[in-house]
Structure formats: structure tokens, C-alpha cells
DNA sequence: GCACGATACATTGTTATCCGAGGTAATAAG
DNA sequence: CTTATTACCTCGGATAACAATGTATCGTGC
């Protein structure tokens, strides 16, 4: 057996919905949590998706976080320095910049407004206080 | 003067950035805020982006809304009817279905867990606790 | 050595979405 | 009849997530 990797897509004639629509929830909150994953030290690409997995439910693929992370260092937001693992691999650590820092805060707040104001919009709904029009 | 209604993009050789960021973050929460919006009784398009307006600070275009209105319409997710208005253009009224108000209800749940996720994410950088690595 | 698996980084193509710019229709006012 | 207002609709560009795929490095078993 050469690899059999395949993550199994099954793709059926009308399946998955709910997929689709919590990828484009993550769409633009990426950027921040990739950034946020960072606030309390550096971090290597894989551990980057392993600490949101873990930190708040958001599974990223490595084909999201790479250019995220190429994005973001372009941007001036973090920095990156090869380190040599004992075992395997090097490793691409990133660390954030006093810019990204402060962007994050911007982001954080910008964030908390803007889901506030849905959650404010979902409180009937959540409540299930129909009102019959 | 004939119109001048221009909205002054004046889009700079590097200006702009926030305001896109924003837009991303929109995605995927656009179909929800306007299933949301509908919660409480029956509105039209412009009414519709008004109300996000006033109620969620989502400030939406009427090239964003309509396609998003069809689409939910085509899933049957509302229905449309058009309705005389007393002065002007009539006016295309939507209103949920039960598969819409099924929907919405599944959605405000991940989205709940979603926003939870990112604020546990972000809660050490809005309390400032940095930790020197 | 060399095949193989594990770990890690990287890129490309597909698809979905927002929205600016432009258009149409209906009514009312000048 | 021209203009303004209100409303609906569509097209095209830009941007983004991510599945698939590829590359590089090291360790282990033979």
C-alpha cells in the first residue's frame, strides 16, 4: 500500500450544507485567530492549527493557514525564523510584530462589536420568542 | 447638477484595508442576519438592510442582498409576494417558512458556539494579560 | 544505503461570496 | 416631459477558504 491518505470527500448529490456555511463564518475571523494563536508566544505552522483546534473549535486546513500566515508577514503583522527540530523536519516559528499586536486589539475590538450586534439579532431566536407578526 | 451621487471610492495606491476586513467577516453571517431580520414578521429589500442596519451595525449593500434573498428563496428557505404600496414601486415582501425558521434556529447555534470560541481566543489580548513568552 | 513513514512547509485550482457600478420600473412633483 | 424618489435586479472584479498535491528532512528497519 503506497499512501491511502484520502480524507474521504463523498461528495453525495445534495450533502453537506452546514460544512460550506461554517467555512465561510471562519472567512475574515482567520486572519485574527491566526494572529491571536500568537499573543502568548511563538508558535510553528502545525501547532498554529493544533492550538485553534484545541483553543476554540476552529479547524483550519494547512492549505488555509499558509497563505494566511505569508498574508500576514507580507502585511508586517509577525516575523518567521527557521529552528532546528532534535528530531524531524525544521521548523518555521512566527512571532508577532508590535504592528500585528496592534492590529490584533483593533481586530478584538472590531470583533466584539460586530458579534455583539448578531447576537443582539439572535436573542429572539435563541429565545424562541415568536411574536406573530 | 445632473446627479452626483458618486460614493467617493477614491481607492489610493495602499488605502482601505480595514474596511475590507470587515467585509469578510461578513460572509457567511449575511445569510443568517437576513433570516434573522424576517424572526419577527415579514419585510422588503431595502426594509431588510435597514433593519441590520439599526439593529446589528451590518451595514449591507443592495447588490449583496438581493442575490442572498434569491438564494434562500431558491432553498426555500422564505417566500416572496408583491405587495401594492400606496405611493411608489411596489414592494417584493419575504417572509420565512418553517424550513427557514428550522434553519435560522441551527444556525444562531453555531454561530453561538462559533463566537463563543473566539472569544475565549481572544479574551487574554482585550484584558491585556501578556505573557513574555 | 535505501525504502518507507512521519513531520512540516508550500502552491495551485476550484468555488463561493461581497459589493460597486450600472440598469429597469413605477409613481409623484415641478 | 423631465427630474427625483423608491424599489428591485444583475454583472463583473476582487478576495478568500481549502482540497489536492508536491517538496524537503529526518529516523528506522532491512
Chains 1, 2 share one sequence.
Do not use: C
Not at 84 to 111: F, I, N, Q, V
Request: charged content about 30%; cysteine-free; overall charge neutral.
Amino acid at each position: 500500500m503506497p499512501k491511502l491518505a484520502l480524507k474521504l470527500s463523498l461528495k453525495g448529490p445534495e450533502a453537506e450544507q452546514p460544512d460550506r456555511w461554517e467555512a465561510q463564518l471562519r472567512k475574515g475571523a482567520v486572519e485574527m485567530a491566526a494572529l491571536a494563536s500568537l499573543w502568548q508566544g511563538r508558535l510553528y505552522g502545525l501547532e498554529i492549527i493544533r492550538y485553534l483546534e484545541t483553543h476554540s473549535q476552529m479547524a483550519l486546513a494547512e492549505g488555509t493557514i499558509y497563505p494566511v500566515l505569508n498574508r500576514l508577514k507580507t502585511e508586517g503583522l509577525l516575523t518567521s525564523e527557521w529552528v532546528e527540530a532534535e528530531a524531524g523536519h525544521p521548523r518555521k516559528y512566527y512571532s508577532l510584530t508590535d504592528a500585528g499586536r496592534e492590529r490584533l486589539r483593533e481586530m478584538a475590538k472590531a470583533w466584539t462589536s460586530f458579534a455583539n450586534g448578531l447576537s443582539r439579532l439572535l436573542e429572539p431566536v435563541l429565545n424562541e420568542k415568536e411574536k406573530t407578526q
